[in-house]
């Protein structure tokens, strides 16, 4: 069994930060790679940010690349996410997952990170991030 229990999402105005927080509990070989996906009103849940910490790779979805960055304490017990230069775009709930799946070596340097929302059994109740014009 994983928790795990997000914070930080809150209102903010377009350009402004944020930084979510998702502290997990619970079997660590259930959590090898974690990450973080939101769904807005009417729309599909779709992935943000993931990173394995097997070798700490990270996957961005292209809408977050250069504003969002994921990070994990050493730990491993606390996820994050910085959300810098925030677009209306991206309000939506926000919710932190956790897989028992591994990254998969690809070829060369380049490895896989689990990203879609099918690869996570674990979930939290999610935060709430709205982003006005």
């Known amino acids: 069994q994983v928790q795990l229990v997000e914070s930080g999402g809150g209102s903010v105005q377009a350009g402004g930060s944020l930084r979510l927080s998702c502290v997990a509990s619970?079997?660590?070989?259930?959590?090898?790679?974690m990450g973080w996906f939101r769904q807005a009103p009417g729309a599909q849940r779709e992935g943000v940010a993931h990173i394995c910490f097997d070798g700490s790779n990270i996957h961005y979805a292209d809408s977050v690349k250069g504003r969002f960055t994921i990070s994990r304490d050493s730990t491993r017990n606390t996820l994050y996410l910085q959300m810098n230069s925030l677009k209306p775009e991206d309000s939506a709930m926000y919710y932190c997952a956790a897989t028992e799946k591994g990254r998969v070596f690809l070829g060369g340097d380049e490895w896989y990170v689990p990203h879609q929302e099918y690869e996570y059994g674990n979930w939290g109740q999610g935060t709430q991030v709205t982003v006005s014009s």
């Open positions: 619970g079997d660590a070989y259930r959590r090898k790679c």
